[in-house]
């Protein structure tokens, strides 16, 4: 258990000493919205995992979606992807910045150069 | 089940669209390269279970009870408290009718608005840091 954190009945009580009328409810919606602010920032770091499925490009990051353990995911900001290997070993992967360039090409195929094959 | 990707650094990338992760991959579900150049990077062509591991900032989970902690640090709570004094402070100035007593729980707003911000954004990640010692940097070989 941390030294020292406090409940909500604690924050409440710190908050009376200045407003005695505030309503409970009110405060723990105040509390609430100044979790969903400090979420923005580096104050709770989660790694979960996700199933691919074949030929699908986009998976889902809204508020209610779930990782593979049917988690609900949370996510505010994604900072590092790692990607299973054909060991089982997860390497990390590149996020493509410029993604315009890679997946709109108006020129013919020959004007393209494959990448090296391994 | 692993995948057939033998290089998921070279064949994989991800990017983020909206609230959409994209994935895509320059291999066929034999982890072979994909031969079309002109469509080079497509969709992954297997199902892999688990093969996305995600690291990221998630929300923190509510508080529905007197007795619940918040989901936070705990250098982080009485940030909290600054945060609901912030708003019924500006609230108490919208109802005042005194103007003085307005401007009074205007500026009271103000310093605890500063003082969140400054605890969560302005100096958050450095207070809450859990790296510690010395920062050295490796410099590279010059040969």
């Given at each position: 258990?941390?030294?020292?954190?406090?409940?909500?009945?604690?924050?409440?009580?710190?908050?009376?000493?200045?407003?005695?009328?505030?309503?409970?409810?009110?405060v723990m919606n105040?509390?609430?919205?100044?979790?969903?602010?400090?979420?923005?920032?580096?104050?709770?770091?989660?790694?979960?995992?996700?199933?691919?499925?074949?030929?699908?490009?986009?998976?889902?990051?809204?508020?209610?979606?779930?990782?593979?353990?049917?988690?609900?995911?949370?996510?505010?900001?994604?900072?590092?992807?790692?990607?299973?290997?054909?060991?089982?070993?997860?390497?990390?992967?590149?996020?493509?910045?410029?993604?315009?360039?890679?997946?709109?090409?108006?020129?013919?195929?020959?004007?393209?150069?494959?990448?090296?094959?391994? | 089940?692993?995948?057939?990707?033998?290089?998921?650094?070279?064949?994989?990338?991800?990017?983020?669209?909206?609230?959409?992760?994209?994935?895509?991959?320059?291999?066929?579900?034999?982890g072979d390269a994909?031969?079309?150049?002109?469509?080079?990077?497509?969709?992954?062509?297997?199902?892999?279970?688990?093969?996305?591991?995600?690291?990221?900032?998630?929300?923190?989970?509510?508080?529905?009870?007197?007795?619940?902690?918040?989901?936070?640090?705990?250098?982080?709570?009485?940030?909290?408290?600054?945060?609901?004094?912030?708003?019924?402070?500006?609230?108490?100035?919208?109802?005042?009718?005194?103007?003085?007593?307005?401007?009074?729980?205007?500026?009271?707003?103000?310093?605890?608005?500063?003082?969140?911000?400054?605890?969560?954004?302005?100096?958050?990640?450095?207070?809450?840091?859990?790296?510690?010692?010395?920062?050295?940097?490796?410099?590279?070989?010059?040969?």
């Amino acid at each position: 258990m941390a030294v020292h954190s406090i409940t909500v009945k604690q924050i409440l009580s710190r908050i009376r000493q200045v407003f005695p009328d505030v309503p409970e409810t009110y405060v723990m919606n105040l509390i609430n919205d100044a979790l969903v602010e400090a979420g923005m920032y580096n104050s709770k770091v989660v790694h979960a995992k996700m199933s691919t499925a074949a030929n699908q490009m986009w998976y889902d990051l809204k508020d209610a979606a779930k990782d593979s353990s049917n988690n609900v995911l949370e996510v505010n900001k994604i900072f590092r992807v790692y990607f299973m290997d054909n060991d089982g070993d997860y390497i990390l992967i590149p996020r493509l910045i410029d993604k315009d360039l890679l997946l709109t090409d108006v020129s013919s195929e020959s004007a393209l150069q494959a990448p090296d094959s391994r | 089940m692993a995948s057939s990707i033998k290089y998921p650094e070279n064949s994989c990338r991800w990017f983020i669209e909206g609230d959409s992760f994209c994935l895509i991959t320059n291999v066929d579900s034999e982890g072979d390269a994909n031969t079309t150049a002109r469509k080079n990077w497509k969709a992954i062509q297997e199902a892999v279970t688990d093969g996305i591991l995600l690291y990221y900032y998630a929300e923190p989970n509510g508080v529905s009870s007197l007795s619940d902690v918040p989901d936070i640090d705990n250098s982080l709570h009485l940030a909290l408290v600054d945060y609901v004094k912030k708003c019924l402070y500006m609230d108490s100035a919208g109802l005042a009718a005194d103007p003085n007593a307005s401007t009074v729980a205007t500026n009271m707003s103000m310093l605890h608005k500063q003082k969140w911000d400054e605890a969560v954004k302005r100096f958050g990640m450095k207070k809450r840091d859990k790296t510690g010692g010395m920062r050295s940097i490796l410099p590279h070989s010059l040969t």
